[in-house]
T-cell receptor, first 111, second 112 residues
């Protein structure tokens, strides 16, 4: 079983929809949780990170962590075609620790 | 500021051939990483260098070697390429928490 599980999609939604992307994990030592966005044929870029449990909001994006359930989510409000990309969750046990990535969920926002 | 650059962008090798993937960053970062990305497997760490002069194995180091040439450059060498090494290779760097990694554009490698 992988340490981090993520549904690969693809997920197709109409413009303006609320998108929910999720990951589950098994390692209770993970403390930092990240979402990276990767456009086609590009390298990943950090979108958001969260420490421990709780919510963090940045514009249209909200990251949520539930450590008791070992479940993290990324919500995108008012989705735009420019949000079409692969979203990778990642996590680690400390600020100097190596990252463990999910496989990524491909999102398509249609007009 | 170019960030993280990788060369070449694409490469096709025959089984048994060798090659070196180059990575350079101009952000004065201490730590650098090499990942491979395969469908259904996500990003997996091959090797990393926490600082100039040090290198360590990641999750999938077999068949690869690395050199941290200086603070800017971190190369990945395939001594005898195998079809299982067909992948997209990404270099990344950071100078702070490891969650804040900056990635290059990738090298698409096909081994036939």
């Amino acid at each position: 079983q992988k340490e981090v599980e993520q549904d690969p999609g693809p997920l197709s939604v109409p413009e303006g929809a609320i998108v929910s992307l999720n990951c589950t994990y098994s390692n209770s030592a993970f403390q930092y949780f990240m979402w990276y966005r990767q456009y086609s044929r590009k390298g990943p870029e950090l979108l958001m990170y969260t420490y421990s449990s709780g919510n963090k909001e940045d514009g249209r994006f909200t990251a949520q962590v539930d450590k008791s359930s070992k479940y993290i989510s990324l919500f995108i409000r008012d989705s735009q075609p420019s949000d079409s990309a692969t979203y990778l969750c990642a996590m680690n046990a400390g600020t100097a620790s190596k990252l463990t990535f999910g496989t990524g969920t491909r999102l398509q926002v249609t007009l | 500021n170019a960030g993280v650059t990788q060369t070449p962008k694409f490469q096709v090798l025959k089984t048994g051939q060798s090659m070196t993937l180059q990575c350079a960053q101009d952000m004065n970062h201490n730590s650098m990483y090499w990942y491979r990305q395969d469908p259904g497997m996500g990003l997996r760490l091959i090797y990393y260098s926490a600082s100039e002069g040090t290198t360590d194995k990641g999750e999938v180091p077999n068949g690869y070697n690395v050199s941290r040439l200086n603070k800017r450059e971190f190369s990945l060498r395939l001594e005898s390429a195998a079809p299982s090494q067909t992948s997209v290779y990404f270099c990344a760097s950071t100078d702070g928490p490891t969650y804040e990694q900056y990635f290059g554009p990738g090298t698409r490698l096909t081994v036939t």
